[in-house]
């Protein structure tokens, strides 16, 4: 077998640039669907459910496309290319429809839609290494992934934020849309940044052609066919290499605490942590004509916040002085938003009637008129009565706004802290075996988790972030490392496919039972969701002392 060259670091860098797009996409999708979901309506027992996309996608796309590109080859356009980019264009278009969703079952068809396409890109990305690194170099290889990684969640995670507080992109939802502005161009950006990321290892990085391209030709026909594919695909899992049967236990707790993490810790901050709730989250359930009245009322709110806005050109805090409140460290100013909100309140109290717009029935699911509708019942009629609850309830929603918005600033630090730990994994796996890696940072990032359970301060919340960053960087490129020396050349993709079961049926366990377990045993408590994901990643740690040696497994400990 001829041995591949070795390859300069931009080389690298440019055959994995693509994964910062494709994390991009991911840290969108991480930080803010839950949120989504609630903004349009879902209670927090129903969005594990509607997270099985993820899991279920990859179940299914992930062995097939890695079977299929295995086995193909273009003089023009390679192996794995084909796939980055059917992939990116598709996950593009998703992340351009998500934020446009206005009913509960468009989010939730498009995450599939995304997921699948998401993970078309995603999974050749890994053998890609195999492909394209000789065997010293495949752990900086899986390092700089990890690296590119990091820096994609970074920005994606904290963009709503930065849109916010940085260029003073509304936060608020709007009667037009549950969804908040900054939600939205986030998305958008996110589209642009995932295809262009992906086309850049495209058109930079020429791949090898197979060693026997002759047999590789006959073999490609005396498989061909999905029956052979199947056959394949369970043989295969039948015989699995030894180190990825004893990484099983250590992948499945460790992804079970991150899909926990995931689905449950943006919700929980900005329920626990800035004491916020959604708007119109209710158990009351509201006639058409309650809905048909408050339309109009909502309809002159908005117009008069506008208007009033424009008027108080109110200033958002700069973020140096945000971050500063977030520790604690500075009072908070009064929000700009309370202002207008009673002043935009008490003048469309004075101008409604509730007879100058026209019935829809999709108004029963938008949240800013189940509020209104809500408070005109709860109150019995009395307007001023009314005013008051719908104010509460707004400013209930802006501060589960900004929670969810800071929620995603801690997904990003998690993630700049794997940025930065990936450049000392570089230098730690020409030196230490990866098992001691992935175990240390494993336990560091339990007690992270578990420490985040018990802050109060959202920016406490960043320290406990720390611990996640550290597991989270070992976690994409470790067990990555420990497997790529062990799996045959030709069947790469393949067993790269395979080893995603070990990642997407602890979520899917999750997205079954994760919703049941908080809304029963944990009394609809979202932050103990998290304390149970720390927990799990305990387990794992634990499950990494019985896997092998690199000696055992054949795996090299030098770069």
């Known amino acids: 077998m001829n041995e591949k060259p070795r390859l300069s670091f931009w080389q690298i860098w440019n055959m994995s640039f693509g994964f910062l797009g494709i994390q991009f996409g991911w840290g969108l999708q991480m930080a803010n669907m839950s949120a989504i979901y609630q903004f349009l309506g879902a209670d927090e027992g129903d969005i594990p459910i509607l997270w099985l996309a993820a899991p279920l996608t990859g179940l299914l796309v992930q062995p097939f496309v890695g079977y299929f590109s295995d086995r193909t080859w273009s003089p023009r356009f390679g192996r794995r290319r084909p796939y980055f980019f059917v992939g990116a264009l598709l996950a593009s278009i998703a992340l351009i429809l998500m934020p446009m969703s206005s009913a509960l ?14 993970n078309v890109s995603m999974e050749p990305f890994r053998a890609f290494v195999g492909d394209m690194l000789p065997p010293k170099q495949r752990k900086t290889g899986f390092a700089m992934q990890s690296l590119l990684i990091g820096l994609g969640a970074v920005l994606s995670s904290a963009l709503p934020f930065i849109l916010t507080n940085g260029f003073g992109v509304e936060k608020e939802a709007t009667s037009d849309s549950p969804i908040p502005p900054a939600v939205k161009l986030a998305f958008f950006i996110g589209a642009g940044v995932f295809f262009a990321a992906v086309m850049v290892t495209i058109l930079t990085t020429k791949e090898y052609p197979p060693e026997d391209l002759e047999a590789f030709e006959k073999k490609k026909r005396e498989t061909a066919g999905l029956g052979n594919a199947f056959a394949e695909i369970f043989q295969g899992i039948g015989s699995m290499p030894t180190a ?3 990484l099983a236990g250590v992948q499945f707790f460790t992804w079970l605490g991150l899909f926990c993490m995931w689905i449950y810790f943006v919700p929980a901050v900005g329920k626990k942590v800035f004491d916020g709730k959604p708007l119109g989250e209710s158990d009351q359930k509201l006639s058409m004509s309650d809905v048909h009245r408050s339309k109009a ?56 009637d509730g007879d100058s717009v026209e019935r829809d029935e999709k108004d029963s699911e938008n949240p800013m008129l189940q509020s209104f509708s809500m408070a005109m019942v709860r109150s019995g009629g009395d307007d001023a009565k009314a005013a008051e609850m719908i104010h509460e309830d707004l400013a209930a929603a802006r501060r589960y706004q900004e929670g969810t918005a800071w929620g995603g600033v801690c997904f990003s630090a998690y993630n700049l802290v794997a940025f930065l730990f990936a450049f000392m994994l570089i230098a730690l796996a020409r030196v230490l075996a990866a098992k001691k890696i992935h175990l240390v940072c494993l336990t560091v990032g339990a007690v992270g988790l578990i420490s985040a359970a018990f802050v109060g301060s959202p920016g406490m919340l960043l320290v406990s972030m720390i611990g996640v960053g550290v597991a ?40 079954v039972g994760l919703g049941v377990l908080v809304a029963g045993p944990l009394g609809g408590d979202a932050m103990k969701a998290v304390l149970a994901g720390g927990v799990c990643f305990a387990i794992a740690a634990a499950a990494t002392l019985l896997v092998g040696n690199e000696s055992e497994t054949g795996v090299s400990t030098a770069d």
């Open 297 to 352: 009322l909502a309809e002159l709110y908005q117009s008069e916040k506008e208007r009033i806005a424009g008027e108080m050109k109110a200033e958002g805090k700069g973020f140096s002085e945000k971050m500063l409140q977030m520790f604690g460290l500075k009072p908070a100013d009064p929000d700009p938003g309370e202002k207008i909100d009673v002043a935009a309140l008490t003048v469309m109290l004075e101008k409604a």
């Open 105 to 118: 079952w468009m989010a939730a068809g498009l995450l599939w839609i995304l997921d699948a396409s998401v």
């Open 244 to 246: 990825m049967k004893q």
């Open 472 to 511: 989270w960087a070992s976690i994409l490129s470790m067990p990555y490392a420990m497997l790529a020396n062990v799996i045959p050349g030709d069947k790469m993709g393949f067993y790269m496919g395979v080893f995603n079961f070990f990642i997407v049926l602890p979520q899917i366990i999750a997205s």
